[in-house]
């Protein structure tokens, strides 16, 4: 058995932003043209007549004050309100490949290694473009990387799940290095019309290098102490958009419903997935014979400011102090997977050697990752 290290991450960051603002300017236009349209059949109460949004209920609910999008003329356009995303031929690279790859490339130079060191790609998100190829050897063939790639889907742990799955790669010898990225573009399963959750994503992508650690040279690294993955069924958070829509009956209108976006019963997750989140940290931490109190740092899925505070609160047994539970969502929203890794990237390299943080994500499924490490 090797030892396995984190010796790299990377980001990629899209070049727009939508600020609250800006977001419910569209949103409310929207919703004052459907109220105009319908105002007959609403007054007959025939049909519910919309409510405007606001950029206080919004941060007051999340904590999200902007996020980053791949395209947001399409998302701000009333009309349209859905990211302007033009297909790419089959001899073009995708639009998760180019993200992957510009990730890819920092926590590559972080590591200081190069294509040649690495040995698999594993591609872990919640929305895949395509069902094949893989877009993990499309990023392979695109970094000129030899040996194998494979895509992995757990919603917004996928990162936690793919850092284990690579982890195991290394630590058996089936690989000196993994590439683990994280293209996320949840802006392309959001449904903007949607007041209770118009607000909720934004796009990127994170990357990481898992080595064996006799082989890495890097400034920055994390020994892998140990991961936990824990899976329960649930129905509050789903997307039903699937190769299988096309042959429902209802046809195109059947792959247009709202299902076939993000939904979720918000107040069902918060109350169900911050104790079995917290349960299951604690639990690890037990389990490697340290404690919650040992920890310096905890990168959480950035999903919503008020889920990490209970959270973290619950693990404690009081409030987080500033730098114990890293926020991003409030600039970067929530950008699924990649979420508690952009954590990672932006709040690490001022631990001090020996330093203990937990790496956790949590979505749907659901689905649950804790990953502990240890700063080298």
């Known amino acids: 058995m090797h030892k396995a290290v984190i010796s790299g991450t990377g980001l990629y960051t899209p070049a727009n932003s939508i600020s609250n603002d800006e977001l419910v300017e569209s949103f409310n236009a929207y919703v004052q043209q459907f109220n105009a349209a319908n105002a007959a059949a609403i007054g007959r109460g025939e049909v519910e007549a919309l409510t405007e949004s606001s950029s206080a209920f919004i941060e007051r609910a999340s904590g999200i004050k902007s996020r980053f999008v791949i395209d947001k003329d399409g998302i701000l356009d009333p009309q349209r309100m859905v990211p302007r995303i033009p297909e790419r031929s089959n001899e ?144 509050n958070i789903r997307n039903n958009l699937g190769f299988l829509n096309r042959a429902e009956q209802e046809g195109e209108k059947g792959m247009a419903a709202a299902d076939k976006l993000f939904v979720q019963e918000g107040r069902k997750v918060f109350k169900e997935v911050c104790p079995m989140v917290a349960e299951l940290i604690a639990a690890h931490l037990a389990e490697n014979q340290l404690n919650v109190g040992d920890v310096k740092r905890f990168w959480l899925h950035q ?50 050697s020996g330093a203990l943080g937990v790496l956790s994500s949590f979505g749907a499924g659901y689905s649950i990752g804790s990953v502990i490490l240890r700063k080298r």
């Open 92 to 235: 073009q690279w995708g639009i998760l490949c180019e993200m992957a790859v510009a990730a890819a490339q920092e926590a590559l130079a972080r590591a200081g290694k190069t294509a040649a060191d690495i040995d698999g790609v594993i591609v872990a998100c919640s929305n895949l473009q395509r069902a094949y190829p893989a877009v993990a050897i499309e990023v392979q063939a695109a970094l000129g990387i030899q040996g194998f790639g494979y895509d992995m889907n757990v919603a917004c742990s996928s990162a936690t799940f793919g850092l284990q799955a690579a982890t195991n790669a290394v630590q058996l010898g089936q690989a000196r290095a993994i590439l683990m990225v994280n293209p996320e573009i949840c802006t392309g399963h959001l449904n903007f019309r949607d007041r209770d959750s118009h607000f909720i994503f934004g796009d990127a992508c994170t990357a990481v290098i898992v080595e064996r650690a006799d082989l890495a040279t890097s400034v920055q690294q994390f020994d892998i102490v140990s991961s936990k993955l824990i899976t329960q069924f649930s129905n």
């Open 303 to 352: 999903a919503n400011l008020n889920m990490n505070l209970l959270i973290a609160r619950k693990l404690l047994g009081r409030d987080a102090e500033p730098g114990e539970a890293p926020v991003i969502l409030d600039s970067y929203a929530n950008t699924s997977s990649a979420g508690s890794v952009i954590a990672l990237h932006k709040h690490q390299d001022d631990l001090p």
